[in-house]
């Protein structure tokens, strides 16, 4: 077996672990750095654990909303808390609909179940919302609110666009993972071509986990430091170092990079060198 | 789901990724260290491609030589070069038999299809045999001499049984397998739990790998050294470094360690503390 004969659901696992293990990475969960309550081990855990779910996205048939509500459930079962949520939401549709173009008419045929199971899946996990949400998941009215107003998954997107780079990415078509997938195979191969990616993503948007969690200015500060370390301004161990002790982790571009690598491998991006 | 309730072919998977990750282990690749041509991310591609034939032998249909072969094939497409032979030689028989009883009860079973569908694997693979083994993998006479003698692939493990200690696991019913599994149940949870196995496996036998590779001198310095870090006569990470310095990698040692994980998983030892 040649591993671009790999199946769809293989190509995605092989990206989260890809991702995951790729170093040093700013501030976030790699093979040389773990946070107290999620390691390593609880990264690699999930992709183990999302087989099933992927496999579903794979066959085409079931509903969207659906299999990422299985991801999520599949992979709830260790102690390290939410690991690839957003990963997920860009994984199930570019697998689903095999590639941007497919996974953008699967995103538009989305309906109110797919919405309702979404936000069901987002419940088990503790994934922040921004305090003023009015579809805040802990509401019990908020699936009331979904079904009266017959809103898609894509319309809940849609709602979250402004201010989530993960759901941006159904709405605008997918335009930071298709970029990701070319910085991966303009950077050569492996690791150092993930790292580099992430770096280049990092420093071209505010990361919109990093904004949930401490602001804009902040975000807007870790996105000026990766330019500076691309540039050849700063290095990149003192970044990472910096990030991890102030608790900076760009979680939305690791899952857009995740994504991107499934994207590159696809394409014949080698992981191995 | 609790982790409780995951499949067999989940926790053989779960079992090869928490090995790789445990660190510091003498020698091995871990994720604090890399071989040159064999590196943390080409064992946890392994793991992710292991799938379809772990869930094979969950089915308990085909034949072990078989499904041994099909693990074999489908982790050898990437460039790391042999990572989970001995591993899959234990894994594969206890997912079958659902424990070590019955996977003593399918060893004995096994026939000469197994034989050479074994040996087809082996062939696939770079691993060592003793250069003056008569059923030597690279002579196209042996499968002849495996059909001729009507040799079952537990014949084939009696005769590598006093060379590779991996092949005497089926031929003394899983002891050191069995030993791994209580040892992890007594050192605690987690990381630190299979780095004390590990250790504490190492000091007790020779391991096989090493001495196909160095000599029974060069393993059995190892072994005291193992006995001397547990002892706290030596540090660990000076007898790690000093290995990976002279390349005397516990290879056969990993691999039962991996079994003994797979059997303590689903006796309820927790990796995840």
């Known amino acids: 077996m040649s591993c671009l004969l790999m199946r769809a659901a293989e190509r995605a696992q092989l990206a989260m672990m890809l991702e995951v293990c790729a170093y040093p990475k700013p501030g976030n969960v790699d093979r040389c750095h773990d946070y107290p309550d999620t390691r390593l081990e609880h990264f ?11 496999e579903e996205a794979e066959q085409g048939t079931g509903r969207i909303g659906e299999i990422i509500k299985h991801a999520v459930r599949d992979t709830n079962c260790h102690l390290g808390g939410n690991t690839h949520f957003g990963a997920f939401i860009l994984l199930i549709p570019l697998i689903y609909g095999k590639g941007i173009p ?10 109110v179940s797919d919405a309702v199971a979404f936000y069901k899946a987002f419940a088990m996990t503790s994934v922040k919302m921004n305090t003023t949400d009015e579809l ?13 107003r017959d ?7 849609r709602h979250s666009a402004p201010n989530d780079m993960v759901a941006r990415e159904w709405v605008t078509g997918f335009p930071l993972t298709r970029r990701g997938a070319d910085l991966l195979r303009q950077s050569g191969e492996g690791r150092q071509a993930i790292v580099q990616a992430f770096l280049t993503l990092l420093a071209s948007e505010p990361d919109t986990f990093i904004i949930k969690k401490h602001g804009l ?22 970044f990472d170092a910096d990030c991890i002790a102030r608790d900076i982790n760009p979680g939305s571009i690791a899952d857009i990079v995740i994504a991107s690598i499934y994207i590159a491998l696809g394409e014949g991006w080698s992981w191995d060198s």
């Open 217 to 238: 200015a902040v975000a807007r500060e870790t996105m000026y430091r990766a330019r500076e370390v691309l540039d050849g301004n700063h290095s990149l161990e003192a």
């Open 136 to 148: 805040d998941v802990k509401d019990p009215h908020t699936l009331t609110l979904i079904r009266e």
């Open 44 to 54: 690699l855990a999930s992709t183990i654990f999302a087989r099933t779910a992927l």
């Open 151 to 157: 809103m898609t998954l894509f319309d809940i997107m």
């Open 102 to 111: 497919g996974a953008l008419s699967a995103i538009e045929k989305t309906d």
